[in-house]
């Protein structure tokens, strides 16, 4: 066997996955998973674990895989984490975990996140449920909202034996797992709803069509309905846009909105109803995992697809994995270019973009290499369709109707890093609304400090 390299994982071809919204990537079978985990080195002072934001036990579920004790391993797992089969699919593995892997110093890191989706995979398949707490412990706390941070909080308070709602806005749960993240990298029915069940099944109840500022307050919550903390994960759902000429043009998305009728309210079905912009000739401003989402969207929707964006590839804050996935399906990459205008037709739809060639110049406070225009290099594209993705900031409704919650000037809510607490008592916070716009796998961090955060402060209590 050859320990060095990563037993591959198959995904769909290029050009067919292009034309559908299957997903792409296929996983491991169990001979390859277990062939995998034949490469881990055990390490007793395990690296990978530091890199986790939850914190999963890494080597111990890797070494139950190696001895084929599926159900064993995903117990393993659920101890730390509420959505392996979700990480195992969209977590920057190559910066966290797999980041760390002592394997990886000579060769190739162990595919700790294939591993990982194999064993939610199979527990799934195997009518494996995570276990409820034996006892109730008498305590109500509500959560707002259901994406990442909001399910994990939620998952390690039952456990706890907390009595847990969480309110959604949306008509679905499962936050930006639902309406952010395309079919093809994370399944819907297959995947996400049935992480919503698991959490379920811990005895968590979820009420959605409810917009906390505008149904109901947090401080109705907590004096009428008898909640004694409240978590809010509420994410960043307010789209940024760039502020040049043009941008009220028909034809010019957020890509929040485009991914959200596509993802949530099924565009690309044709049983189903939800008008969307199946442009031909479409640009996605911006380099991060959501400008690619909209991008591969775009592309399989029908449309020529162009990523526009400011700084050089090596600068893209995208997945690797994403940027190879849309490459090979054959989006096209202008780099180190930036719009200054969005060109609109007589009848007030996008029928262009003007845009300027950029350098990199010195570092920024980032550390990343700032662009600078080059004087005279302006071009025009010709396109019908714009999405920007610019990154998104959180929805001010939850901040304007609490009193006494702090925001920062980026009207993200202050939270403490380390249990989530709010300088509201009894109140606390994290994921996107408290970062701005970051990972899934960094919310569900939050969400779990924000758990242990609520259990200290209602014990004292």
Same mark, same amino acid.
Request: hydrophobic share 40%; with cysteine; aromatic share 6%.
């Given at each position: ?211 906390? =500022? ?205 249990? =989530? ?41």
């Amino acid at each position: 066997m050859d320990v060095l390299n990563k037993v591959p994982v198959r995904e769909q071809e290029p050009a067919v996955r292009a034309t559908n919204f299957e997903e792409v990537c296929l996983g491991y079978n169990e001979e390859e998973a277990v062939a995998e985990a034949g490469r881990c080195l055990n390490c007793k002072n395990a690296q990978c674990m530091k890199g986790c934001p939850v914190s999963i036990n890494i080597p111990a579920f890797i070494q139950e895989v190696k001895n084929r004790n599926f159900e064993k391993a995903y117990e393993i797992i659920s101890e730390s984490s509420a959505l392996p089969a979700v990480c195992g699919r969209v977590c920057p593995q190559e910066s966290q975990c797999e980041g760390k892997c002592i394997r990886g110093i000579k060769g190739e890191a162990v595919s700790i996140g294939k591993l990982e989706r194999f064993v939610a995979d199979w527990a799934r398949e195997n009518g494996i449920r995570p276990k409820k707490a034996e006892k109730m412990n008498g305590h109500k706390v509500a959560v707002i909202g259901s994406g990442p941070a909001g399910l994990t909080c939620a998952g390690d308070l039952a456990r706890l034996g907390y009595d847990v709602t969480i309110f959604e806005a949306l008509h679905e749960a499962g936050g930006v797992l639902i309406y952010g993240i395309p079919e093809f990298r994370l399944p819907k029915q297959k995947v996400v709803a049935k992480e919503v069940e698991n959490v379920k099944a811990l005895g968590v109840k979820i009420e959605t069509n409810v917009v906390i =500022g505008k149904s109901t307050t947090i401080d109705e919550l907590m004096k009428e309905e008898g909640f004694e903390a409240v978590f809010i994960g509420s994410g960043a759902g307010l789209p940024r846009f760039m502020g040049i000429p043009g941008e009220q043009a028909n034809g010019v998305f957020s890509a929040n909105e485009f991914l959200t009728r596509n993802n949530l309210m099924k565009a690309f079905r044709e049983e189903y109803d939800t008008p969307i912009m199946k442009g031909k000739k479409v640009a996605v401003v911006g380099g991060g995992n959501v400008a690619m989402d909209a991008a591969r969207t775009a592309l399989r929707l029908g449309a020529e697809v162009h990523i526009v964006y400011r700084r050089s590839e090596e600068e893209l804050p995208a997945r690797v994995e994403e940027v190879h996935h849309a490459k090979e399906e054959g989006i096209i990459f202008d780099l180190l270019t930036n719009p200054t205008e969005i060109l609109v037709d007589d009848n007030g739809w996008v029928k262009g973009m003007t845009c300027i060639r950029m350098e990199l110049g010195e570092p920024d406070a980032s550390g990343r290499r700032s662009p600078v225009e080059i004087k005279g290099s302006e071009f025009d594209m010709e396109l019908d369709t714009v999405i920007m993705s610019l990154g998104t900031s959180p929805n001010p409704l939850i901040s304007s109707t609490t009193e006494g919650l702090e925001i920062n000037r980026r009207k993200c809510i202050v939270a403490d890093e380390e249990n =989530g607490a709010t300088s509201k008592a009894a109140v606390f916070a994290g994921g996107d609304a408290v970062t701005g716009a970051a990972t899934v796998i960094l919310a569900m961090g939050a969400g779990k400090a924000a758990a242990k955060g609520i259990h200290e402060y209602l014990s004292e209590k």
